[in-house]
């Protein structure tokens, strides 16, 4: 596997692995020992970096994360993020936001003893908060990073005059937000911002949340707790109309034998090499599937074909809610 630098010096895998599924959003979580083996797998493949929340659970899998990795601390990248309110009964209120410092501090603490470690490696604001100053946020990072409970800051769905702000009182080495063939609305301002400052980008859902892989349809079926039956791309019409996107990596991919999820995580790493995707799964035959987007090798004529074929597909359906979609700043 090889390697990429975030920011000034955190250097990852060129593919980190989303562990949020394993707890969250996607159904019931999954068997505990499974992903504890699957986690394990990954490091054995030469993954380093490792994505959680204290949100995604709550709580329980930033505990999983620190089960299985932090007996192998010095061989992973562990990120975590704070910004939002859990409300006294352990429940995650997804429209709450609170980056106050006090509570960033509070959650750096409670994060360490779940994932078992002493520093965080990178702390992520998990959305901007509009009620508490970026500077206020990236000061309160700082303080952490001074008594070395972390060691990088990062932002997550932030636009780009909030990165500069944040920037300019605490170096920031990642930003985390969402990139993929059918979301590609960071490229307009954020992704020439970051190249500017020096900062990583570490794009999320870069599988289309599962559907670029090509293996649902309009007429799939999801969990009934699935997060995405709420999303108004995932509605049927939407999968639909989108699977245009589908089609055109499936045929790209016949041509060099790799799956539509292989030619969309090679095209999202040939765009930058500051860039690491964070695709996740339950399941070990997806781990060594997306490990093959990483190795696989696009020319410059396969990237300008792809882009242009996307440029050419309308997206069906917003991305998330409209309450969801006003906390991102991109």
């Not at 429940?91 to 360490?112: C, M, Q, T, W």
Request: net charge negative.
């Amino acid at each position: 596997m090889q390697t990429r630098t975030l920011g000034k010096n955190l250097k990852v895998s060129a593919l980190g692995l989303g562990c949020m599924g394993m707890s969250f959003s996607y159904g019931a979580p999954k068997d505990e020992t499974e992903m504890i083996n699957l986690l394990h797998k990954a490091v054995d493949h030469g993954i380093t970096f490792f994505d959680t929340a204290e949100v995604y659970g709550p709580f329980t899998n930033e505990e999983l994360v620190g089960k299985a990795l932090s007996p192998i601390r010095d061989k992973v990248v562990i990120a975590t993020k704070f910004g939002f309110e859990i409300s006294a009964d352990g429940k995650p209120n997804i429209g709450a936001l609170n980056s106050h410092p006090a509570h960033i501090r509070e959650v750096a603490d409670a994060s360490l003893q779940r994932l078992h470690i002493d520093t965080i490696d990178l702390f992520y604001q998990h959305r901007v908060d509009p009620n508490v100053p970026i500077e206020d946020v990236a000061g309160a990072v700082k303080d952490l990073i001074a008594a070395g409970k972390v060691k990088n800051f990062g932002l997550s769905e932030a636009g780009a005059g909030t990165i500069r702000r944040a920037h300019a009182v605490q170096p920031v080495a990642a930003l985390q937000s969402e990139y993929s063939l059918w979301h590609r609305k960071p490229e307009v301002d954020v992704m020439p911002t970051l190249e500017e400052l020096g900062i990583g980008f570490v794009p999320f859902s870069p599988l289309g949340k599962g559907f670029l892989t090509g293996k649902m349809d309009e007429n799939t079926q999801l969990n009934p707790k699935d997060f995405r039956n709420t999303l108004p791309r995932f509605a049927p019409e939407a999968r639909k109309a989108n699977h245009a996107f589908v089609e055109m990596i499936t045929n790209i991919g016949k041509e060099k034998h790799a799956t539509p999820a292989q030619i969309a995580l090679a095209w999202l790493l040939a765009q930058k090499p500051w860039i690491v995707p964070i695709p996740g799964t339950t399941k070990l035959s997806r781990l060594e599937e997306n490990l093959g987007g990483a190795t696989l090798e696009l020319t410059a004529a396969d990237i300008r074909e792809i882009t242009e074929a996307a440029d050419k597909i309308p997206v069906a359906g917003n991305r998330y809610p409209d309450a969801i979609e006003k906390m991102t700043g991109i």
